[in-house]
């Protein structure tokens, strides 16, 4: 029997692991076809059973990914090899509470030797209706997963989380800015993992990872003045799919 451990966000409970996954590959309806793209990947034995675990997850957080392609009208599930190893990983947006007015991010990775989707990133927060909800990207790069993600109304602060090919997190830079009420100036502070960092020190980390993208995977950044738009807009982007196009695309490709 498919042993599932499961952790519960508040009032959200999301799956965060399946093992001994199965393999109903039930045909979806030509409707749903449609709405998918036409192009496939080819899987290796490892990767096949890596989206057929993966299929069962994203079946089992139904309920909790739904209501924020709703509240937030995006597309919430993604399937790509970020790290180069022929299997894919799977990352999916799932609302922090019952609410759903603000999402979760988390990433799965597949682990051979347990048959077993893994939780290996987890952000919370990273989608919010209030304030405006703020921006985030999600990318790799050559060497590197990165989240980024600008929060907060008062108080404006920009995080940049840095994960190696193995997912784990590998470093941080953060930007903090506020507003000096005695000098009515904007102050900004900057920080290298965990430790104050100047700003030249700061920009240069960051432009460089920002340089380095090869693959935008989810991201609300849009479009402002050319001088202030971000690198990561001329980048290749993914196209995330909603929840039946990602199952249905799912049980397209699985074997």
Do not use: W
């Amino acid at each position: 029997m498919m042993k599932r451990a499961i952790a519960t966000i508040l009032t959200a409970a999301v799956v965060l692991g399946i093992s001994g996954c199965n393999t109903d590959n039930t045909e979806p309806t030509a409707s749903l076809y449609s709405k998918v793209t036409e192009s496939t990947i080819t899987l290796t034995e490892d990767g096949n059973k890596a989206v057929n675990c993966y299929k069962e997850l994203l079946k089992l957080n139904r309920d909790v990914i739904q209501p924020v392609e709703k509240n937030f009208d995006t597309a919430t599930c993604g399937l790509y090899d970020i790290n180069s190893d022929s299997i894919p990983e799977f990352f999916f947006f799932a609302a922090t509470d019952a609410t759903a007015y603000s999402a979760t991010l988390y990433v799965f990775t597949y682990d051979k030797t347990s048959d077993t989707a893994v939780k290996k990133i987890e952000i919370p927060n990273i989608m919010y209706l209030s304030g405006g909800g703020g921006e985030y990207a999600v990318f790799t790069s050559p060497v590197a997963l990165l989240i980024t993600r600008t929060s907060g109304e008062g108080e404006s602060v920009t995080e940049t989380i840095v994960y190696d090919m193995n997912l784990n997190k590998n470093g941080s830079y953060k930007m903090i800015q506020s507003h000096d009420s005695s000098t009515e100036r904007i102050v900004n502070k900057y920080y290298a993992n965990g430790a104050q960092a100047d700003q030249t020190a700061y920009d240069q980390l960051v432009t460089v990872h920002l340089e380095q993208a090869t693959m935008v995977l989810a991201s609300n950044i849009k479009a402002k003045s050319e001088e202030e738009n971000s690198p990561l807009l001329s980048k290749p982007q993914y196209n995330m799919m909603k929840y039946e196009n990602m199952l249905s695309y799912i049980i397209k490709i699985a074997k």
